[in-house]
């Protein structure tokens, strides 16, 4: 069977290490010394193949299942239930001997006065002589031979039932179906070995029990039938699953142990004993001559020397000894013995109750594999990744999905963002199956490819007719595959994202058949996809869908150390690494690449973070870089800032309003984009805006928020789609759209209209803050976002755009211009707000002072002492030296502005009541000041 598997190139038969391993043990008195012997000899080699520092093997843990008769039954309760050595069991086994045989109760065989045998020895010392062994050994001579305790080594003896004189199997195990008689280890122990005219018989509740030997002194019948009722009782299919069946004998007896006998009827059965033992064995051979040939059955049986030692004749263990020792070494005996210690050395795990379905599929894989001889079943392009990580659930849930029964071809499309692993997770579960399915492995980026790699599957599965000119090899791989007594296969499409590919003709003849057409068709089967398009997907696989999520902080992290070819991190690594695997969105590809530019250019975890912090296409170059992973197609760049380019192209080829939504969604702030704020596309329907949306949702480079009214896109992508509009001179003019886009969603900027606008803002400040190169559009539209921000009371935030706006408008309006002024008094708002509400900032308050003193000045200077505008920096000048304690200053500054504001504006307008208000707690302060110094 392991010749099968070799010539093949199957899996390993696993006969070989996980078969069972049968011992059947004989009868014989003290003669079960010769089997002890034997036994020695046989763990004693096998103990000495074993590699240096292992432990040595107990019969227990080499066996399946030991079965005994007799004292060949007491051997195998020492041997499994106790689980004892072989060298303990010797021991064991001589005390027990003594103590038994020593002091016979008669010396010849008597009858009572109604014919019934009187035993020779006294059943007490039997009794007391087991219990010694049992409770020396960690056992309990009360405790049930099957005290439900599962062991790997199952344990039964051989009685005769006194009411039946049907042989009857005492377990340590339970056996469905089967009775089972509840005894104790003890109970058992005697009920094997109450040998008539040696011992009286035993009772075990109402039934009485005496020595099997009678009716399996041999038990090598027993042991197989009993090895089928727990391992193949439907079909008792038991041969293919045995790996080593060893049958041990007590020695040929000769005619001495006849001697004991005095009665006829005894003559004559003793004597059948013999006969029946060595025609057990003759007749066992026999049905069993081909695992004997194939060395997978073993008698070993002193044939000289043990002919002189009766039954009970404990003085003469060296005698045993040394017979047995003379047969072992007999050149004949040592090569079994050699054979059957090679087999046993395999021997690797306890056989399971399911081997018989293991041993059904594996011969029916060996079928298969002649049926593969000389054809390749698996091509694959790629070795095994050791740095995969992850994706437990969904590799079982493939696996589950392949393995499930099916009257059609199963079709499995798998999609994700590109660089999130699709292939990588499809070539672990390929290596996962590969000795139960024959796999085919097919890049399906281009029809050129594709016809390419079908070409190579036919050549290497030797198809005829594959190398002919003008062959259509995809038809001739599809006819093979479809063939379903070639048995399991899986077909791999590796980035079938070309929807055109599936959905036209491949040749442009009159009804040519779609690729789609030709996918093999088998209950065997199953087909695979990767794309990144849900369109593809659900053309070639319609429900069977499933998505690859993003990875987790932990998987991300296992994947990132993997690819390092530092062992250990720093402290200051360790602490960067989340953050840095967050910045990277967790895309295994994106790892791959950044620790091979780490390990490349010997820099830290922290030193990359920082360089991922720059700018944009800063970063973009980073993410840009190419590098070497074995894991890859040689004809398709790898850096994750380029993976995307193709689908980009493919995405502007098949709707420009898709591309159009692409291109200013990279122009805004990537998470929550409301789709409202998307280009107007006047005398669009609604399907097409939809389908525009959906085509970009396909290619998982925007996923939908739970409402359904706005997006997020995948950062990474957001940056790759900056890069790639930039080198196709594009990007600016892209973000002037969005721009412009943002400053006509924000005309309105009041209060009223503040739950529109708030939707906005982040894009617009987005927008505003990262254009570098500054224009009138972008000041408008960070100007107008300054006063939203403002207007929410998020100081700090409307400072950084204030100060972007006065800096331009310093710049290219001049220092006095009146917009230029307006920007100051703003400017000095916001520095005065965040003293107002921040302790931390108390210091603004300087800075604002000086900002609306400037601002007074200009305003001054070019629109008048009386103007509002100017008013109303005085009054903002006011505030400042107020929240400072400098009231008097502030005092004369809201006079000023009241004063101002009744003259131009009137006593009840808005503006001068607002003058009022701000000049009486100035006045309240100062009275409070000059009251306390009177005091």
Known sequence: MQQVATIYGGEPNPLDSTGLCLLSLDGGGVRGLSTLYILKGLMDRLNLKRADGSPPKKPCEVFDLIGGTSTGGLIAIMLGRLEMDVDECITAYIQLMKRIFRKPVRWNLAASLFGNIEPRFDASKLEEAINQVVSSHGANPTDLFNNQTERGCRVFVCSISQETKDIVRLRSYPIPGKHEISATICEAARATSAATTFFKPVSIGARRFADGALGANNPVNEVEDEAINMWCSENAELKPMVKCFISIGTGNPGKKALDDNLLKFLSKSLPELTTQTERTEREFISRWRQHYDSKRYFRFNVEQ????????EYQDQGLIEAATQEYLDHQTVNFRVRDCIQNLESKKNATDLSFAKIIEEYQLQVVLWMQW????????????????????????????????NSDATKRIAIIGLGGIGKTQLILELAHRVRKQYAVFWIPVNSLANLQTAFQKVAEKLRLPGCTDKGANTIELVQAFLSDESIGQW????????????????????????????????????????????????????????VTVPEMDESAASEIMRKYLTISVLTKADESSLPTLLQELTYLPLAIAQAAAYINEMKISLTEYKKLLSDQDDNVIELLSEEFEDSGRYNDIENAVAKTWLISFEQIRRRSSLAFEYLAFMACVDPKDIPQSLLPDSEGLSRKKKTDAVGILHAFSFITKRTDGLAFDMHRLVHLATRGWLKRGKQLSDWDRKAVLRLSDLLSDISQTN???????????????????????NIIDLAQRCGLCLDCDGRYHEAEVLYYKVLTYQEKVLGPEHPDTLTSINNFGWVLLNQGKYGEADQGKYEEAEAMHRRALQGREKVLGLAHPNTLNSVNNLGLVLSNQGKYQ????????????????LGPEHPDTLISVKNLNPVIRQQKTYEEDAAH
Do not use: C
């Open 305 to 312: 020397g043990l002919q002189d030692v009766g039954l009970a």
């Open 373 to 404: 001889r000389d054809r390749a079943r698996w091509q694959v392009p790629f070795e095994r990744n050791p740095h995969f990580t992850g994706r437990k659930e969904l590799l079982l849930s493939l696996k589950q999905r392949l393995d499930e």
């Open 490 to 545: 899986l077909l791999v499409l590796d980035n079938a994202d070309v929807i055109d590919l599936w959905t036209s003709p491949i040749t442009a003849e009159a009804g040519g058949k779609r690729l789609l057409d030709y996918m093999p068709q088998s209950r065997h089967g199953t087909i695979i996809w990767t794309t990144r398009d849900r369109k593809v997907a659900t053309r070639v696989a319609r429900k069977n869908i």
């Open 754 to 776: 503040r739950t529109r606008w708030r939707v906005y803002l982040p894009h617009a400040q987005y927008a505003a803050i990262r254009e570098d190169n500054s224009n009138e």
């Open 889 to 904: 200053e502030a005092e004369a500054m809201h006079r000023r502005d009241l004063q101002g504001s009744e003259q131009v």
